[in-house]
C-alpha cells in the first residue's frame, strides 16, 4: 500500500522548482502544469512498480519447478489458470495447452516465462 499524502509530500520536497500549484477535483487533486502533472504520475507509477506482486491467500501457487499443471493429451484442450510470469513480473491469466500429437505442453502466452500457476479461484456462491 502507498501512503499518497506522504509520497506527495516526498515528491515536492524533491522537485520544489516545479510549479506545484494544485487544481482540487471533487475526487482527486491534480497539479495544473502538465509536467508537474506527468513527473507525479511518474513518481507514482515508479512506487507501484517498486511494490512485491499481491498474492491472495486464497489461491494455492504452485512452482512451476515443482509440478507442472495436468495434462491430458486425450482431451487436446486449453485449459486456464493463474500465472504469475518474470516477462511481466505480474499475475495474469494463460492457457496450459495439451496437443494430442505427443508435442510437449506449454502456456500459450507467457510460455517458460511463468514460474508460478494456480487454479482459477471458484466463484462467489452468491453468483
Not at 516545479?18 to 502533472?37: G, R, W
Not at 494463460?94 to 514460474?115: A, E, L, M, Q, R
Request: proline share 9%; glycine share 2%; hydrophobic share 40%.
Amino acid at each position: 500500500m502507498i501512503d499518497l499524502t506522504h509520497e506527495r509530500t516526498l515528491f515536492e520536497e524533491k522537485f520544489a522548482d516545479l510549479d506545484l500549484t494544485v487544481v482540487t477535483y471533487m475526487d482527486h487533486v491534480e497539479y495544473y502544469d502538465p509536467e508537474t502533472q506527468a513527473a507525479w504520475n511518474a513518481w507514482v507509477a515508479a512506487k507501484i512498480s517498486m511494490l512485491p506482486p499481491v498474492i491472495t491467500s486464497t489461491v494455492e501457487w504452485i512452482n512451476m519447478s515443482d509440478q507442472q499443471p495436468p495434462t491430458d493429451p486425450e482431451a487436446n484442450t486449453n485449459w486456464e489458470y493463474l500465472v504469475y510470469d518474470t516477462l511481466n513480473n505480474r499475475v495474469s491469466h494463460d492457457y496450459w495447452v495439451c496437443p494430442s500429437n505427443g508435442t510437449k505442453p506449454f502456456w500459450n502466452h507467457y510460455g517458460n516465462h511463468v514460474i508460478y500457476w494456480a487454479f482459477l479461484p471458484l466463484p462467489h456462491p452468491k453468483f
